[in-house]
């Protein structure tokens, strides 16, 4: 038998880890002397150490080794738990390419701008949304006011407040000098009786939505844009649906100078 500081050195597992296997049940002692609490392992044993030393470099968790090392465990059942490692790695290495591609993309901002962007861009999972909408077709953005004057009369009428940061949807799919298809969106909880211009429906959510906050006039929310449009094109996305601004603190009457105005523009987006 073998005391467990020599048991270490041959193998170069610390006394500590060899301690923690004992208590997790993954490697015992074959004797435990009763007056010293000393540990002792025989030279066969450190087969057994390697095994799971190898199963961890695999980056199986300590109880999926344990699984492993069980007896009788079929062939079946180790391929299976192998090939599950196996995706999980390639979806590991997945996600750290696209990473690396995110720090490149931002490297190059920084050569060609010599400095950060005030924007980053991040990608979150959006909820869906009951609303109330009307759409229609403005001649510019900033006169969309009409559409929003239509929407909040009738909803006052009714006594409904948006339960939510209100939002506008851009459905045209390419820039537009004029007449451009907006809706006008408030979020709702109760129950509104559509017209003939009010829309109630439950607005989609979207897995993966490019958003980027804009905090300033919205007479210069173009800059956003054109940060977000940067990084979906340099991170390897396309756009899947129709542009939202998110008015988190909506400007001061309406204004589009009003310096205190937060906004978020957001895509749905998937990977090209």
């Not at 995110?102 to 990608?123: C, F």
């Not at 407040?161 to 851009?170: D, I, Q, T, V």
Request: proline content about 5%; overall charge negative; aromatic content about 8%.
């Amino acid at each position: 038998m073998i005391r467990i500081g020599d048991f270490s050195k041959l193998s170069q597992v610390p006394v500590k880890t060899l301690r923690y296997y004992d208590q997790v049940g993954l490697l015992e002692p074959v004797h435990v002397d009763a007056s010293s609490g000393y540990r002792y392992y025989n030279y066969d044993q450190l087969a057994r150490l390697n095994r799971i030393l190898a199963l961890k470099d695999l980056g199986f968790s300590l109880a999926e080794v344990s699984r492993l090392l069980e007896e009788g465990l079929s062939a079946e059942a180790i391929r299976g738990m192998l090939k599950l490692r196996q995706a999980e790695i390639r979806q590991q290495l997945q996600e750290e390419t696209e990473r690396y591609a995110r720090v490149e993309a931002r490297l190059e901002q920084i050569e060609r701008e010599n400095s950060m962007s005030q924007y980053d861009v991040v990608i979150r999972n959006i909820e869906s949304l009951k609303v109330a909408s009307v759409r229609g077709v403005v001649p510019t953005p900033p006169e969309q006011g009409r559409l929003w004057r239509q929407l909040e009369g009738y909803l006052s009428n009714q006594k409904i407040k948006p339960s939510g940061p209100c939002l506008s949807l851009y459905h045209d799919e390419e820039y537009k000098e004029r007449d451009w298809d907006i809706e006008v969106c408030e979020p709702i909880e109760a129950d509104v009786q559509q017209s003939e211009y009010i829309h109630v429906y439950e607005l989609p959510g979207a897995k993966t939505m490019a958003c980027v906050i804009h905090h300033g006039p919205l007479v210069t929310i173009g800059k956003a844009y054109d940060a977000i449009m940067r990084w979906i094109d340099e991170n390897g996305y396309r756009i899947s649906g129709p542009a939202r601004e998110v008015y988190l603190r909506e400007a001061d009457h309406g204004s589009q100078e009003d310096p205190e105005t937060v906004t978020e523009v957001q895509f749905p987006v998937a990977k090209t």
